[in-house]
Every structure is written in C-alpha cells, then in structure tokens.
C-alpha cells in the first residue's frame, strides 16, 4: 500500500484546512486508515480514524467535533477536514493504513504516507 499526503498549509486560528491521502496499491476493504499528528518534540500521536468498508470513524478527544474524517471509494482517498483550528493543532500530519479495526497506537499501522505540514497561527 502506498500513501501519499497532501493539502498542509498555514492558517489563522479558527481557520479550517482539509488532508487528503490518496492510496494505491492493493484494495483497502477492512483496512483501518489513520491520521496522527506529530508536533516539534512530541510523540506521533493518534487523531482520527475510519475502516474503510462501512465507515465508523473514531477521534481522538482533542479533536472531536471540529475534524471530521471521511473516505470516497471511487477515488481510493481518506480526507481529514480540519474546522476551528488551534495553534496547538501545528504538526505534521501523516496518514496511515491498519489491517485491522481499531487501531490508535503508531505501531500497529504498517503503511504511512509521507508527513503533510500543518502550521496554525495565533
């Protein structure tokens, strides 16, 4: 499975933002597909996530109610739409795929895209 990021940029505080992360290589029915974020001097830490047959997505607290994770089959892409967001968001955001539902922690997902940099301004 390859994973390619994109859609980073830099916004205001309550500005919104939306990732994608295009997937190819094999089908992707009954993976886990994740984001997480990493900020300078932190650990990667989960943000999101979705199987990708059905649906059910889960969040991470920090996040609930202003990202909203989302899949289109025809286009094999995961999207992470980022409302209200907070300097404390600034990070760089990578997905990642699971073989299995539900995975928060980094080392359970063997497929990452490359990093998509997040920066919020004060």
């Known amino acids: 499975v390859q994973l390619q990021a994109s859609g980073g940029g830099l916004v205001q505080a309550g500005g919104s933002l939306r990732l994608s992360c295009a997937a190819s290589g094999r089908t992707l029915s009954n993976y886990c597909m994740g984001w997480f974020r990493q900020a300078p001097g932190k650990e990667r830490e989960f943000v999101a996530a979705?199987?990708?047959?059905?649906?059910?997505?889960y969040y991470a607290d920090s996040v609930k109610g202003r990202f909203t994770i989302s899949r289109d089959n025809a286009k094999n892409t995961v999207y992470l739409q980022m409302n209200s967001l907070k300097p404390e968001d600034t990070a760089v955001y990578y997905c990642?795929?699971?073989?299995?539902?539900?995975?928060?922690?980094?080392?359970?997902?063997?497929?990452w895209g490359q990093g998509t940099l997040v920066t919020v301004s004060s």
């Open positions: 979705i199987i990708w047959s059905g649906g059910s997505t």
């Open positions: 990642a795929a699971a073989t299995s539902w539900l995975q928060t922690s980094p080392r359970e997902y063997a497929h």
